[in-house]
């Protein structure tokens, strides 16, 4: 018989654990950057948001206080995380990026405070005032501003660098 753990299924747990796991393996790698793709993750998280966010009727002024709250730790936690981020110059013109220790340990982090916050704040939503979609809500608002400022964080960063080499 499977134990839940935090309320999951054990497979699905493994799963988790096991795509992060990939995640971290791959991360520690140098990649080539591209900064003139770099506008492609946020746009999509922003469309896949737009389209997962459902308004149940107009926003309560508490809401959109939550809301542009996420939106701006999500912004200060990428912009935090891209400036832990190596980006060095590459052969003929190309951008090299690897995230440092410090910044994968800051993303791990961040995944372990998300899940430990979704657990608290879907038990405590009615206290709170709020759906335990409004806050699925905020969390999505989050990863926005993270994936955003990240990206143009190391699009200035890579700019600056490649006018360096020139």
């Known amino acids: 018989?499977?134990?839940?753990?935090l309320g999951l299924p054990l497979w699905m747990v493994l799963f988790?654990?096991?795509?992060?796991s990939l995640l971290v393996a791959m991360s520690a790698r140098a990649r080539p950057l591209r900064?003139?793709?770099?506008?492609?993750?946020?746009?999509?998280?922003?469309?896949a948001t737009l389209l997962a966010i459902a308004p149940e009727g107009p926003p309560r002024p508490l809401l959109v206080a939550i809301y542009a709250l996420s939106l701006a730790v999500g912004a200060a936690l990428g912009w935090w995380i891209a400036s832990h981020t190596?980006?060095?110059?590459g052969a003929a013109g190309t951008l090299i990026s690897q995230l440092s220790p410090f910044g994968l340990m800051a993303v791990l982090a961040l995944v372990a405070a998300r899940?430990?916050?979704?657990?608290?704040?879907?038990?405590n939503a009615a206290a709170?005032?709020?759906?335990?979609?409004?806050?699925?809500d905020a969390f999505l608002l989050m990863a926005v501003g993270?994936?955003?400022?990240?990206?143009v964080e190391m699009w200035l960063r890579g700019r600056r660098l490649l006018r360096r080499a020139a």
Not at 1 to 5: D, I, S
Not at 16 to 20: E, P, R, W
Not at 35 to 47: D, E, I, S
């Open 1 to 5: 018989m499977q134990t839940p753990v």
């Open 16 to 20: 988790a654990a096991a795509l992060l």
């Open 35 to 47: 900064p003139g793709r770099l506008w492609m993750g946020p746009a999509l998280v922003l469309g």
């Open 86 to 89: 190596q980006i060095r110059a």
């Open 115 to 123: 899940i430990g916050l979704r657990e608290v704040l879907a038990e």
């Open 128 to 136: 709170l005032q709020v759906s335990t979609t409004e806050v699925a």
């Open 146 to 151: 993270l994936v955003s400022a990240r990206g």
